[in-house]
Each structure stands twice: as structure tokens, then as C-alpha cells.
């Protein structure tokens, strides 16, 4: 991947985070950086020209607007799509498991997963199944689907079953291991939603209440103020 108007470096960090959206998400990482440069470009020109203070602001909205853009495009949507994975993966996962333990080999199993299963990762899983009808072993699709997860955890669980393709070696074990720190980082994160939720009452009634109250308290002043 080349292009002398952007650094490899720039190309390969946008490519990495468009196969983080997913299959279903056809982002050209050319459009998004064309598009992206053709906006900076016209807000500098718009804030330079149009405003007193352009020499100020243009180059403060451009550089925000170069920088956010990713964020929001890109960063944003992969933080979300990443917590939705990792809780499809507590039940694909323990469904996988359930499978194997009948005798069915890997592949077996992660068809009949994908077919009792309607979420975002056994869509994943269903394009390794379809690259691997295409001709593709299924170490090289699950290793392509590695490069569509933003979830260090899954990725792991990925490399078990590579492995366990590989060598005939048992996955049951490792996937009870992985799934069980799934779990106790979905609890871990529902401890931390908690233990902010005293932290955001405080807030609303620092926010609303307190100036309520003042408003009550100093309204019939102000009024008397006023008739006066």
C-alpha cells in the first residue's frame, strides 16, 4: 500500500483501524484521507479569509478538525464495536465449547456456532467459513479475522484455535480459561459503571439542584427588586 500524497505510516494505522469496523463496513481509507484533507484545506482557506482573527483561528479549527475527524470516524466506533464483540464472545465461545465436547472437529463447530448464532462475531466468523470455502485454509481465515478484531482477548481465543487446527491439541481447556477472564472483566467493568453512578448524582445535583434552590431562594428578592 503506497501513495506519495501520505506516509506508509499513516496508511498502514488508517488500514488497520477500517478492518477494525468489520466486514460490513466498506470505508475506502483513500476517500476518508482525501476527504479529510480536502475539508482541512477549505476551513483553513473559510477561517483565514472570512474572520478577523482567521491567522488565529483557521489553523486551530483545521489542525482540531484534522485530529477529531479520526476519533470520530474511526476510534469511536471501534470502542464500541470492541465491547460489543466481547460480549458476543462469552456466548459464541461457551456455544463453540458445548460443540467440540460432542465430537465435532473445529471447523464442524464453528458452522454449527454461526448457525445458531446472530450477533456481530459469528458474522465474523461466518466470512472465515466462506474464505475457506473459497479455497483459504482455515489457519490463514482465522488469521485474517484476527485482523478484523480490536479485542486483545478474542485474538487470544483466535490463536488457541489456530493452534489447535494446527496440532490436534484439546481447546476445551484454553477456551474455559479465556471465557473466564471474559467474565471477570465484564464484571470488573460493571464494578467500575457502578462505583461512578454516586459520582454522577452528585454531579446532576450540583448542576440542577443547587441552582434551583438559589433561584427559589433569591427570586423573591429579585422580584421585590424589580417593583420597586
Same mark, same amino acid.
Given at each position: 500500500m503506497n501513495n506519495k500524497l501520505y506516509r506508509n505510516k499513516t496508511l498502514n494505522r488508517i488500514d488497520i483501524k477500517t478492518k477494525f469496523l468489520g466486514s460490513n463496513k466498506h470505508l475506502n481509507i483513500f476517500t476518508f484521507l482525501n476527504i479529510r484533507l480536502v475539508i482541512t484545506l477549505l476551513l483553513? !482557506?473559510?477561517?483565514?479569509?472570512?474572520?478577523?482573527?482567521?491567522?488565529?483561528?483557521?489553523p486551530l479549527i483545521s489542525i482540531l478538525f484534522y485530529i477529531l475527524i479520526e476519533f470520530f470516524v474511526y476510534d469511536i466506533? !471501534?470502542? !464500541?464495536?470492541?465491547? /460489543?464483540? /466481547?460480549?458476543?464472545?462469552?456466548? @459464541?465461545? =461457551?456455544?463453540?465449547?458445548?460443540?467440540?465436547?460432542?465430537?465435532?472437529?473445529?471447523?464442524?463447530?464453528?458452522?454449527?456456532?454461526?448457525q445458531n448464532m446472530n450477533n456481530e462475531l459469528s458474522f465474523?466468523? =461466518?466470512?472465515?467459513?466462506? /474464505?475457506?470455502?473459497?479455497?483459504?485454509?482455515?489457519? =490463514?481465515?482465522?488469521?485474517n479475522l484476527k485482523k478484523r478484531i480490536p479485542s486483545d482477548s478474542i485474538n487470544n481465543i483466535i490463536m488457541n484455535l489456530i493452534a489447535a487446527?494446527?496440532?490436534?491439541?484439546?481447546?476445551?481447556?484454553?477456551?474455559? %480459561?479465556?471465557?473466564?477472564?471474559?467474565?471477570?472483566?465484564?464484571?470488573?467493568?460493571?464494578? !467500575?459503571?457502578?462505583?461512578?453512578?454516586?459520582?454522577k448524582i452528585g454531579l446532576v445535583y450540583?448542576?440542577?439542584?443547587?441552582?434551583? %434552590?438559589? @433561584?427559589?431562594?433569591?427570586a423573591p428578592l429579585l422580584v421585590n427588586y424589580l417593583l420597586k
Open positions: 483553513f !482557506i473559510f477561517f483565514l479569509t472570512e474572520f478577523k482573527y482567521g491567522y488565529f483561528l483557521a466506533p !471501534i470502542r !464500541i464495536r470492541k465491547k /460489543e464483540l /466481547e460480549k458476543d464472545a462469552l456466548i @459464541f465461545f =461457551e456455544f463453540l465449547a458445548l460443540t467440540l465436547k460432542t465430537g465435532h472437529n473445529l471447523r464442524e463447530s464453528l458452522t454449527i456456532a454461526t465474523e466468523i =461466518e466470512k472465515v467459513l466462506l /474464505e475457506v470455502n473459497l479455497g483459504k485454509s482455515l489457519k =490463514e481465515a482465522l488469521e487446527n494446527n496440532y490436534g491439541t484439546n481447546i476445551n481447556e484454553d477456551l474455559k %480459561i479465556s471465557l473466564d477472564y471474559l467474565k471477570r472483566k465484564k464484571i470488573l467493568q460493571n464494578k !467500575i459503571k457502578i462505583s461512578k453512578i454516586p459520582v450540583v448542576l440542577l439542584y443547587i441552582p434551583t %434552590i438559589v @433561584f427559589i431562594t433569591l
